[in-house]
């Protein structure tokens, strides 16, 4: 029995092999030949098998291991043929191509996951089977949070490995907010020589909770994002960055007080949570997040551009009387078209760059941007008004894909927040709303889970908290809710462990105890499921 996760579209298995030995030959087609390198690499690193490239076709015949473009089949599809004469992959361009060579690697012994071999390079005999296949959403993404912990480069590259190896395709990073700032800007040097360290992190959530002490900092230089962008790129994963505003800006005020509305220095915020801070709302703000965008828009190629939009506390705006004046001579009614205008001068600008903007579901109220990409995380009341009015929604509410939020009842959970959310929570995740009229489904571009990192504060943790909810995650968006896929993602999770294990992810056991666990006396802080809904509800009430 093959063991595929994500479940492909259409399997046949085949009788017979093929024996994949060292120097067996592979040709790629341009663009295709990404991808092929991927697997000589997979191969290499995980089973010593070192594969011949053939450039010059013609006098050697077919080669055993096959690439080839056919611009019939749809982006992201592709066909995987393995018989006794060798291994094909047909793929209109190289993201088919690269998800084809995650299949193959799931028809090979899970070590093929490693990343060092022991040297020991037998072949290995790859079953015959006939696989075409295509993914339900287009967007298949991850929100990693690097602004509360920051996760050093050489980690965010082993997550992009972890999610092209689940057929994902987007990483969206979320580099900014009050705790942090982690991404160089040339212009704003202060934004990470002081943006980017604090002095001590609160340690637990809710009442109880305590700081840890210990300083914590890092940012990624303009040649890191780069480095980012690259290699995600090479394994067919768009970055998307975010820069939050106009709130979760604590540590933008704390490098340049003039963002800000408050008198008192700040430094980055050691708390967690909401705070009352947001940006001023002068011409100069407005130009400064331009600046610091088209900064951010040289490095990222992706089509949408992250702002944020969420949570912002509007207290300071109602309460400063030059804000109060702004808003007058602007013909702005209330904060909420305040939000509303900011974040349209910014789309504004995102666009005369030829980029689009990308927000949480907030950016929607106050009525005035339209044509944004739409994250809906509150439920899915963003994203049915959005995907009316014509915009693209990319789907996450928190009470399905929140991959922060604690995975069982066990007291043993560490610092458990949020609400319970479990495997079959995620597997679950269906992204086109019910309530959503037919016509406007293609708006649903899929989805994405979120991982906040308040309390991962290590890529162990960070593994913990990721797996294996992360494949449930892909199986969802990759074959949807089909119910011969549901029924069998038990056991293919159960099998698939075996290549988390093979590639050193430490997932979350099922059963057994704990890597992780409660450090006694750091509180969490759990939700209640009705509770919870009945509060987003309140808070959605304003979207129209
Ligand atoms: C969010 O969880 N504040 C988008």
Redesign the pocket.
């Known amino acids: 029995m093959l063991n595929l996760l994500p479940q492909p579209s259409r399997v046949e298995t085949g009788s017979g092999a093929f024996p994949l030995t060292d120097g067996t030959r592979i040709r790629a087609e341009a663009p295709l030949d990404a991808a092929a390198e991927r697997l000589q690499d997979a191969l290499r690193a995980g089973l010593g098998l070192t594969l011949a490239p053939e450039t010059d076709s013609a006098e050697q015949g077919a080669s055993a291991v096959e690439f080839t473009v056919d611009t019939r089949l749809a982006d992201e599809a592709y066909v995987l043929t393995v018989d006794e004469d060798g291994i094909r992959v047909a793929a209109a361009g190289v993201a088919g191509a690269h998800h084809a060579v995650q299949t193959l690697l799931q028809l090979l012994p899970a070590r093929v996951h490693r990343r060092a071999t022991t040297g020991d390079a037998a072949p290995v005999a790859v079953p015959a089977v006939r696989v075409e296949d295509a993914p339900q959403y287009r967007w298949r993404g991850l929100m990693l949070d690097v602004s509360r912990h920051f996760a050093p480069t050489a980690e965010v590259l082993r997550v992009i490995d972890q999610l092209a190896m689940h057929r994902l395709n987007v990483l969206h990073l979320h580099l900014t907010d009050d705790q942090g700032w982690r991404a160089e800007i040339r212009r704003y040097p202060r934004l990470t020589e002081i943006g980017a360290q604090r002095p001590s992190s609160q340690l637990g959530a809710g009442p109880g909770a305590t700081q840890d002490g210990r300083p914590h900092g890092g940012f990624y230089t303009q040649d890191d994002l780069r480095e980012i962008v690259g290699y995600a790129a090479a394994r067919g994963i768009t970055v998307v960055p975010e820069i939050e505003l106009p709130g979760?800006v604590q540590a933008a005020i704390a490098a340049y007080p003039e963002l800000g509305l408050v008198a008192e220095p700040l430094e980055p915020w050691t708390n967690w949570g909401i705070n009352p801070h947001a940006l001023n709302v002068e011409e100069s703000t407005i130009a400064f997040f331009c600046n610091v965008l088209d900064e951010v828009i040289d490095i990222f190629p992706s089509a949408v551009i992250g702002i944020?939009g969420?949570?912002c506390r509007k207290d300071e705006w109602r309460a400063d009387a030059r804000t109060q004046e702004l808003m007058r001579e602007r013909g702005l009614a209330d904060e909420d078209e305040l939000q509303s205008w900011f974040i349209a001068r910014i789309d504004e600008h995102v666009r005369s760059r030829g980029r689009r903007l990308y927000g949480?579901d907030e950016i929607l109220e106050g009525g005035r941007v339209v044509g944004a990409t739409v994250?809906s995380?509150?439920g899915t009341a963003g994203a049915v008004i959005a995907a009316r009015r014509g915009s693209d929604v990319v789907m996450?509410p928190?009470d399905t894909v929140?991959l922060d939020y604690r995975q069982s009842d066990s007291p043993d959970e560490p610092i458990p927040t949020g609400l319970l959310t479990t495997v079959a929570h995620v597997r679950a995740f269906d992204p086109i709303p019910a309530e959503l009229e037919p016509e406007h489904h293609a708006r649903i571009l899929g989805g994405q889970g979120?991982l906040?990192t308040e309390h991962v504060d290590s890529g162990r943790r960070r593994d913990y908290q990721l797996f294996p909810r992360l494949c449930a995650l892909a199986e969802a968006l990759w074959s949807g809710q089909d119910p011969d896929a549901v029924a069998s993602f038990p056991d293919r999770l159960e099998g698939h462990l075996a290549r988390l294990d093979a590639a050193g992810v430490e997932y979350r056991p099922a059963s057994g105890p704990l890597p992780w666990q409660q450090v006694p006396g750091v509180p969490g802080k759990s939700y209640d499921r009705a509770e919870r809904a009945a509060q987003i509800a309140r808070l959605t009430a304003n979207l129209t």
Do not use: F, K, L
């Open positions: 979760h944020g969420d949570e949480w994250a995380w509150r996450c928190e929140y979120n906040w």
